[in-house]
């Protein structure tokens, strides 16, 4: 963050998004949701879940691997549009269905 001019460390960005993202939205409340995977100290990582419709961080998990994230979809039976760039460690699921909307 010291290169983007923000005196705070990365470490203390992800502490925050962990520590404000609201306790009280139920998992059946997301509809639309946002996610990304990030790298901070060059050798940590971890996955951004955002819900695309309130714009906000909804969970941070620890690591970017498939199981973490199947295993979160999972607890959340209500999504119905995932947004996503097709690279890293997020490959398609088979038998999943992939629709493109219109734009994209």
């Known amino acids: 963050m010291h290169r983007l001019g923000m005196p705070v460390s990365d470490d203390t960005i992800l502490r925050q998004l962990k520590r404000n993202h609201p306790a009280s939205m139920q998992k059946d409340d997301i ?5 990304d995977d990030w790298s901070w100290h060059s050798t ?3 996955t951004i879940m955002v819900d695309l419709e309130r714009q906000s961080v909804v ?10 994230a199947k295993a979160w979809f999972q607890e959340r039976p209500t999504i119905e549009v995932v947004s996503r760039d097709r690279c890293g460690p ?15």
């Open 31 to 35: 509809r639309v949701v946002g996610i």
């Open 44 to 46: 940590r990582s971890g």
């Open 59 to 68: 969970d941070v998990l620890d690591d970017r691997s498939v199981e973490s």
């Open 90 to 104: 997020l490959p398609r699921q088979p038998g999943r269905t992939h629709r493109r909307l219109p734009g994209g």
